[in-house]
């Protein structure tokens, strides 16, 4: 069984609708969440092939079929965030915006290879990780002090280990990016 675990490639973040879209992929399942409703207000959706679908509607009679859910499944305040979120990805056209950005986004990104213990740079669309050579310290100390460093900053990067992982929203600018590749290297560079 393939699972694509969509939750932050998804609803545009690498260009395409879904990474599986992008590169012509049918996943059995795929999970989304946070693009769904812009991150406003928590909600999460996972879609499935028909054979999955199918196996599923053929239960014990009086059963449930795929019983699944949480206390607030289909709340009405989330259903409504996600209509509006997807409305404006539509209405301003964010999935071709994010394909223009996320070239600029690619070449700034990669001018960190020049910064001291970076070891490999990786990114699609507005998804980018950093990663580093560990420290004296440990695996993971440095990621750490420049998630640490970043914070302090003023900019909010995710640390795994010694990979520093970038994810900025679909209207990102010019001058955030500037700001997030600046920021970055100073902390990077501070590490050594």
């Known amino acids: 069984m393939?699972?694509?675990?969509?939750?932050?490639?998804?609803?545009?973040?690498i260009g395409g609708a879904f990474a599986a879209s992008q590169w012509n992929v049918i996943p059995d399942m795929m999970t989304t969440a946070k693009g769904l409703t812009n991150g406003s207000i928590p909600m999460g959706a996972v879609m499935v092939?028909?054979?999955?679908?199918?196996?599923?509607?053929?239960?014990p009679d009086g059963?449930?079929?795929?019983?699944?859910?949480?206390t607030y499944s289909g709340h009405p305040v989330a259903a409504a965030a996600a209509l509006a979120a997807l409305d404006i990805y539509e209405d301003e056209?964010?999935?071709d915006a994010v394909e223009q950005i996320g070239q600029e986004f690619e070449q700034a990104v990669h001018t960190l290879a020049d910064c001291p213990n970076v070891i490999d740079i990786r990114n699609v669309g507005l998804v980018a990780g950093v990663q580093l050579a560990p420290s004296d310290k440990g695996v993971g100390k440095r990621g750490?002090?420049?998630?640490?460093?970043?914070f302090h900053n003023g900019t909010?990067?995710?640390?795994?280990?010694?990979?520093?992982?970038?994810?900025?929203?679909?209207i990102l600018e010019s001058k955030?990016?500037?700001?997030?590749?600046?920021?970055l290297?100073?902390?990077?560079?501070a590490s050594a």
């Open 2 to 13: 393939l699972i694509f675990d969509e939750v932050i490639t998804g609803f545009g973040r």
């Open 49 to 59: 092939s028909d054979s999955i679908y199918e196996t599923c509607m053929h239960g």
């Open 63 to 70: 059963m449930i079929e795929l019983f699944h859910g949480y």
């Open 93 to 95: 056209n964010l999935f």
């Open 144 to 150: 750490f002090e420049v998630f640490n460093r970043c």
């Open 156 to 170: 909010l990067v995710r640390a795994t280990g010694d990979i520093i992982a970038l994810s900025p929203p679909l």
């Open 176 to 183: 955030h990016i500037d700001r997030i590749v600046s920021t």
């Open 185 to 189: 290297a100073d902390a990077i560079t």
